[in-house]
């Protein structure tokens, strides 16, 4: 054929760097080495079969792998190498013979061709290069290029087996990697390394559980297995030590890198070697008898995912100065942890929320907000201000109803703080805290909460909220209809000089005008915002 279509190569190559075009082409070339192998004798020897391929396809095929265009280094490596595998099984040693690891984009070929031989055939590709392959594997794990580490990572971590227990090599391998790539910048290669983590997780413990049942299984004098009871007790060590690295890692001072993938991986942990399940998710779901990995682990003094250290470390990642850091570390709270805090740590959490809430910076409000919405999902925690306990689980939903009168009667006071001093209530009841919490609360910790709440105290909440419009659109609005956004300021200078007590002519002397200002336009802005956000979900949830 391609002596008789001398320009199929680089025809195809144009074909795989297009979009469009990738599927047809690469449907054209498993044709081409199908008919190939069909016409070859049938006395060849696998690896002399291999041989002929690699005469016709091997320069094209790792010019398309090496290649500096990443949609035709991409495609070649999902599409062609697996077909190529398929119908040519030993082309492997003739594409990694023909490899040089220190030549720009030969790493990242090497790791794909590796994978995709280990999906295709089901074979360890450890054996294939003798003890050169381990090093080589170094060698790309330690590459500048995030590309060829994340090919590498995949190498290592993926089996098509899920029960192919990593061997010694793996996790020792792996165990240098991981704390060498905490601080990548990139997000894209955050998430990779958590899935990446997460196979080579779901390989321990399902290689763990088949060992466990094989071993129950079986008299305790025909148990002989050694290896795999080695392999057992590092598995589940290798699972102690990631559970336990992050962390390290999210005490104040660390970067926002070093937080949040440590967080990440922490939560495949929890995801892949507990037995916390998931309704939202069809698969990926921990197998049921899970609880045997556990106990085995538990046994030797492992796994313990869920002590008082731990929940403490991630409740102070609540004051964590990214969102993402605080909303990470509350989902892990809520979705893994006991169902109730220790009365001791929810009384704290409670008056540090409250005092949170009252803090004229939007970001510790907020903080706050979440922090309510944690105290209101979680069990077993009794609110000194209302006869209900959030434990009890009669008449509806108890806890909420609670949660959200304590919240509505300091909306009320934030409210009638402002009418009487705006000044003293930008400072110290700044309206948008108590009404980010009651957002949370209302909207997102519980899916019943209309049903639960009566509907005589969403009107009170609703008046409420208009009230506090008009007072802050009054602010803004000076005597001035409607206003510019300098009329705006204007309006929030006079009210400043009025409370303060400083003329107008004296602006220039009011030394903490500008500060004063800043958080008068944050009450009022912010407060707006989530009202208008918040009375436009709840209506659309009564009416």
Aim: charged share 20%.
């Amino acid at each position: 054929m391609q002596h008789q279509y001398t320009e199929v190569s680089s025809h195809l190559l144009k074909c795989l760097s297009t979009n469009h075009l990738s599927p047809c082409g690469s449907e054209f070339y498993k044709c081409l080495i199908q008919q190939q192998r069909r016409e070859l004798p049938a006395s060849l020897t696998e690896l002399d079969l291999a041989g002929r391929w690699a005469k016709s396809w091997q320069p094209f095929l790792l010019e398309a792998l090496t290649s500096e265009v990443t949609l035709l280094q991409t495609n070649s490596s999902t599409h062609l190498l697996p077909c190529t595998f398929q119908v040519f099984s030993s082309a492997v040693h003739h594409l990694l013979a023909s490899l040089n690891p220190h030549r720009p984009g030969h790493l990242h070929a090497w790791a794909c061709i590796l994978s995709s031989y280990r999906a295709i055939s089901g074979c360890s590709p450890w054996d294939l290069q003798g003890s050169s392959t381990f090093k080589t594997l170094q060698l790309a794990l330690g590459s500048a290029d995030d590309k060829t580490r994340l090919a590498a990572l995949n190498l290592l971590c993926y089996s098509s087996k899920t029960r192919d227990i990593p061997s010694t090599e793996e996790m020792k391998i792996l165990k240098e990697f991981i704390p060498q790539n905490l601080n990548c910048e990139s997000s894209p290669f955050r998430q990779h390394l958590q899935a990446a983590l997460r196979r080579f997780l779901v390989r321990i413990r399902d290689g763990c559980l088949a060992h466990i049942r094989e071993v129950k299984g079986k008299k305790k004098e025909d148990v002989s297995h050694e290896s795999r009871k080695d392999l057992l007790e590092q598995g589940i060590g290798f699972v102690e030590w990631l559970g336990q690295l992050p962390y390290s890692f999210l005490s104040p001072g660390h970067s926002y890198q070093r937080k949040k993938t440590a967080l990440l991986l922490l939560s495949a942990v929890l995801e892949t070697c507990t037995d916390t399940w998931n309704p939202d998710k069809k698969k990926g779901q921990p197998p049921g008898n899970i609880g045997l990995l556990i106990d085995c682990a538990r046994q030797r003094g492992q796994w313990d995912f869920f002590s008082r250290t731990k929940q403490l470390l991630l409740i102070s990642c609540l004051e964590d100065s990214t969102n993402e850091i605080r909303e990470l570390s509350a989902g892990m709270l809520l979705r893994f942890f006991p169902p109730g805090f220790p009365a001791d740590i929810a009384e704290v959490l409670e008056r540090r929320s409250r005092q949170l809430l009252c803090s004229p910076r939007v970001q510790e409000a907020q903080m706050g907000a979440l922090m309510m919405k944690i105290l209101l999902q979680k069990s077993g925690h009794r609110c000194e201000e209302c006869s209900l306990s959030f434990a009890a689980n009669t008449g509806g939903n108890p806890k909420a109803l609670c949660m959200v009168r304590v919240l509505l009667k300091e909306l009320e006071e934030h409210y009638l703080t402002a009418q009487a001093d705006m000044m003293l209530s930008t400072r110290t009841k700044p309206i948008h805290g108590v009404l980010c919490a009651l957002q949370r609360c209302l909207l997102e910790a519980a899916d019943d909460i209309y049903t639960t709440l009566d509907h005589s105290l969403m009107i009170n909440l609703l008046e409420l909220l208009e009230n506090i419009s008009l007072l802050l659109l009054a602010v803004l609005h000076g005597n001035h209809a409607p206003p510019s956004f300098c009329d705006m300021g204007n309006a929030i200078s006079s009210l400043i000089s009025q409370q303060s007590g400083c003329n107008q002519t004296d602006e220039e002397d009011c030394v903490l005008l500008s500060e004063e200002h800043s958080l008068v336009l944050t009450c009022c802005w912010v407060s707006l915002k989530v009202r208008t956000q918040f009375i436009c979900l709840t209506q659309h949830q009564l009416f």
